[in-house]
Every structure is written in C-alpha cells, then in structure tokens.
C-alpha cells in the first residue's frame, strides 16, 4: 500500500501544473469573481460590527445575489474543467480547454451539490473561529467588551467547537471535487473513506495551500484576484494527486485483504 507523502505531493502538484500552464486559464474567471473571500470578509464584518442601520435597496441585494451565483458557478466548472485536464494529464495525454470546459460543464450540476455544502462548512467555520477569539457578538460595543461572564465565555467556548467540528469535517471531504467528477456519485461518502486514517496529512496540504492564498491575499489591490488565479490551480492539482494515491492504496490494500482471507479460509477438503 503507498503511503501519501506531504512534501512530494505538494511539489507533484507544482511540477505538474508546470505541464500544462493552461489550467491557470480555467481560472481566471473565478478569480474575477471571488466569492469565497468576499464572503469571508462579510460574514466577519457582520460578526464584528453588527447589521449595518442602512438597508441596501432591493435592486442591489439581487445585483449581489446575482454576483455571487455567477462566480460560484464559475468555480464549480473551473473545478470540473481542471480536474478531468489533471486526469488525462497523470495518464501521459493532454486534453486541450475547450473540451475540458465542454465535458466540465456536464459535472456542474452534481458537483454544485457537494459544492454547496463545503462552502456551508466553511461559513460555519470562518463564524465558529471568529466569534471564538474575538470579543462576542459585537467588538463596537463596549459595554459587551467588558463582559467577561458567562455570558460572553460561553458562546466563545461553544463557537469554538462548531470551528473544530467544522474543521474534522471540511478535511474529511476535501476530496469531494475528484470523487464527484470522476465517479458517479456526489463524492462525499467516497471522500470520508479515503481521507480515513490520514487526516492530519490532508491537513497539513490544506494549510500549506492556505497560508499561501493568505500571504498572496495581502497583494494591495489584486490579492484576490492573485490568490485565486495561483493557489486555485495549485490546490485542485493536489487535491486530484492525493485522490489518485489514496484510491490507488485503498484498492490495493482491498486487493490483500481479499488475498489474505481466501488464504486463512479452509477448503472443503482440508476441512474433511
């Protein structure tokens, strides 16, 4: 059975997209449109500061609404699109854009599915360790500060579980993207059984990745748009190698197991 390896895989990951730099160009539409940070962004805001006392006009809740649909729905593709590149890619061929954009968009409406839920989980996530670590609910409010009870205590203790929880579980399905394009089926349930037993090395990748979305975030002007445009291929090219180690050792580990239960099963005649 092969073991994943942290380091090489993350420079499988770089040597790989080297290959094809052309699966940058999947993501320059997602990387406009950068909902995930800008959510990320909100939600904290919110969390930190409260509701605004001036309600946005309808025209531009459904402008906003609209703004985001259309950007995760470029992720989603994006993903779809890149992961089927990497596939033919680790086969030894080339599979040029316009068909991987063709056969992604085939994915999209099954992979908006487990999509949607990862990015539930990483709300839950960003307002779990945000009202943790800061002064819970509204640091603006002063009175609140002060307040070091149990009424503050309580929330911070329980917010911080909701993060943890929500952490085991995004590491445990950070493999969805690869099992839902490449299997036929959402890819939750296939990702909770092969990140089994190497939770902490997904971890460790997930880190790696998202240290560097933050450090290239801090970019004046066009963080986000960098960050998207370099981590988002890196990422997914890591998620798809780990994917193919991991179902490579899970079928051969299957394979021995099968192969050690036929040979401690008796037959009829070593039984007569």
Not at 3 to 26: G, H, Q, Y
Request: one cysteine or more; charged letters at 15%; aromatic letters at 12%.
């Amino acid at each position: 059975m092969s073991e994943l390896k942290i380091i090489n895989t993350v420079k499988r990951s770089f040597n790989l997209l080297k290959k094809d730099p052309a699966l940058i160009v999947l993501f320059i539409l997602p990387a406009i449109f950068p909902t995930a940070s800008i959510i990320t962004s909100y939600l904290r805001t919110f969390i930190l500061f409260g509701t605004p006392q001036n309600t946005p006009p309808m025209l531009s809740i459904l402008l906003s609404l609209l703004y985001f649909i259309v950007g995760f729905f470029f992720r989603v593709w994006a993903s779809a699109g890149a992961i089927l590149k990497l596939t033919e890619l680790e086969k030894g061929s080339k599979l040029g854009l316009k068909e991987a954009l063709s056969k992604g968009l085939k994915k999209v409406p099954k992979l908006m599915v487990p999509a949607i839920a990862g990015s539930a989980i990483s709300i839950l996530m960003v307002a779990g360790l945000t009202i943790a670590i800061t002064n819970y609910p509204f640091i603006s409010m002063a009175p609140l500060v002060q307040d070091v009870g149990p009424s503050n205590i309580v929330p911070r203790v329980a917010m911080g579980f909701l993060f943890i929880i929500g952490l085991y579980v995004a590491i445990r399905l950070y493999l969805y993207a690869p099992a839902c394009v490449l299997e036929n089926n959402f890819g939750l349930k296939t990702s909770w059984k092969l990140v089994k037993g190497n939770w902490w090395k997904l971890f460790a990748i997930f880190l790696t990745f998202g240290a560097m979305s933050a450090i290239i975030s801090q970019t004046p002007v066009i963080g986000s748009f960098l960050s998207g445009l370099i981590v988002g291929p890196f990422s997914i090219t890591a998620k798809i190698l780990v994917y193919f180690q991991l179902r490579e050792a899970k079928s051969s580990g299957e394979e021995e197991l099968d192969v050690d239960e036929s040979k401690e099963r008796p037959t009829e005649e070593e039984e007569v």
